[in-house]
């Protein structure tokens, strides 16, 4: 039979707890309670005694140990240097240049330098020049790079042996895609009428909308059609590569208003735009009006310095050239009228 213990609610105030004025209605000040026979409390006069369960036991601190892969980069980085160093490259300056190459895994570096070395049979300088001249190649893949081989000597044309030389007058195109610049330029070339682009190949890395097309709109308009403009591009490709304001507009600037030309002699002969304006082309033609004298633009440019001095020398002892002379040029109408005017 289970011990029976009273419980009292004491209060030395006239005023009933919150909890007990919503309860009004029940009296417990006088009510037995029994506690279930699971709680097992020993009354005794002073005491009650409780069973409390024990303490968990301490979980052992885990001493701060330093992550071993801050290690492991730094033994990382460490080798790849002294492998870029061995292979005669400096790791600091091409840092500078181009910073991806900090997080390029090493496995991945050393399998783009045997690929490029092994396929195009590069000596360490020449393979040293082509990095310093596009430090992206040390981070492309040899998934990427692979298919750029394959392009060139199967849609560009280009000879096996040629390979070689190829990239190192353009290593540029070893980082360039296929289907986003390498394909799209060569349509465009070869949709100009550019067949053997194999020749060119150095085109293939430029941009057709960036570079190629604006080039074509810049001789249409100062004033060629688009037809000769296009003529001009196919006669003399390399056109692509000069700069419009360095090369093209301070030649051609001189060309017309200094030299008095036609423009059919540009379209005849674009080369024009290759000579050096202050080289080649001032001091010739400078000659020339000091003289007396008009050369074709081939004659006045493609020469030899002695070449050009002997044809000025024989050109001064005697007349004007015939009009289908080689050395008749189409400004020697105006140097006959200004004789006979004189």
Request: proline residues 8%; aromatic residues 10%.
């Amino acid at each position: 039979m289970h011990q029976k213990h009273t419980i009292h609610f004491l209060s030395t105030t006239t005023t009933k707890p919150h909890f007990l004025s919503s309860l009004h209605h029940h009296d417990y000040s006088q009510r037995n309670l029994h506690f279930p026979p699971i709680f097992s409390l020993k009354a005794t006069t002073t005491t009650t005694t409780l069973s409390l369960p024990l303490k968990p036991p301490k979980t052992p601190e885990i001493p701060n140990i330093s992550p071993p892969s801050q290690t492991h980069s730094h033994s990382h980085f460490q080798e790849k240097m002294l492998y870029l160093d061995s292979i005669g490259l400096d790791f600091l300056s091409l840092i500078n240049h181009h910073p991806p190459i900090i997080s390029a895994s090493l496995p991945d570096l050393k399998s783009t330098v045997d690929l490029i070395t092994s396929t195009l049979s590069l000596t360490s300088v020449e393979f040293r020049r082509i990095i310093n001249m596009c430090p992206e190649i040390l981070t492309s893949r040899v998934t990427d790079i692979v298919p750029i081989f394959t392009f060139l000597l199967r849609e560009a044309r280009v000879n096996g042996s040629d390979l070689k030389r190829v990239i190192n007058r353009r290593p540029r195109l070893l980082v360039c895609s296929v289907q986003l610049r390498l394909r799209p330029t060569l349509y465009f070339l070869q949709s100009i009428g550019i067949s053997e682009v194999h020749r060119h190949s150095y085109l293939l890395s430029c941009s057709v909308e960036d570079k190629l097309i604006p080039r074509i709109e810049y001789f249409e308009k100062i004033g060629f059609s688009r037809r000769d403009a296009v003529t001009m591009f196919r006669r003399f490709p390399q056109l692509f590569n000069y700069s419009v304001k360095q090369n093209f507009e301070p030649k051609f600037d001189y060309f017309v208003v200094e030299m008095g030309r036609d423009l059919k002699e540009l379209k005849e002969f674009p080369q024009y735009f290759s000579f050096s304006l202050e080289n080649r082309i001032k001091p010739r033609h400078q000659c020339c009006v000091e003289r007396g004298v008009c050369f074709p633009l081939p004659v006045l440019l493609k020469t030899s310095e002695e070449q050009f001095c002997d044809r000025l020398e024989v050109c001064c002892n005697s007349s004007i050239p015939f009009r289908h002379s080689p050395l008749w040029c189409t400004n020697c109408d105006t140097i006959i009228q200004s004789n006979i005017i004189e």
